[in-house]
């Protein structure tokens, strides 16, 4: 029983690895969130609140009045094998004009994952690196 006890608690501090203060936020999917705001103030205040209250501390650097007002990316400081990512773009939501907030929880790699339409139907693209054994400028190594 002890040692059913211990996996458990060595499992939740794995699962916690991940955004721990998202209270405001709407999740889809494990470690993404989403939140909408009508303002642009309300938008900078909510993502400096958010990163402050999961131990992310630093200079944001906000785009005023653009169409993506953020796109940032930190590294894990306990497993730089992820990354948390925040973009804020302007847009729509049921016809109000504002601000869409994603936090995503991702996996530090360059990597690309999109799908190609064509006549005949879709075919899935997946650039990666690690798998294709390819440096960032294309050439074979």
Not at 11 to 34: C, D, H, K, P
Request: net charge neutral; aromatic share 12%.
């Amino acid at each position: 029983m002890k040692k059913l006890l211990v996996i458990c608690l060595v499992l939740t501090n794995v699962v916690q690895a991940q955004w721990s203060t998202m209270q405001r936020f709407e999740e889809f999917g494990i470690g993404n969130f989403y939140l909408f705001t009508q303002r642009e103030v309300d938008a900078r205040r909510l993502i400096s609140e958010t990163l402050n209250d999961n131990g992310m501390k630093g200079s944001i650097d906000f785009h005023k009045g653009a169409n993506l007002l953020l796109n940032l990316a930190v590294e894990d400081a306990q497993n730089s094998e992820y990354a948390y990512v925040v973009h804020c773009i302007r847009g729509n939501k049921n016809g109000v004009s504002g601000y869409h907030i994603f936090c995503y929880y991702l996996e530090n790699r360059y990597r690309y994952f999109y799908d190609v339409s064509e006549s005949d139907g879709r075919i899935c693209v997946i650039f990666d690196p690690t798998i294709l054994d390819v440096s960032p400028n294309g050439k074979k190594k």
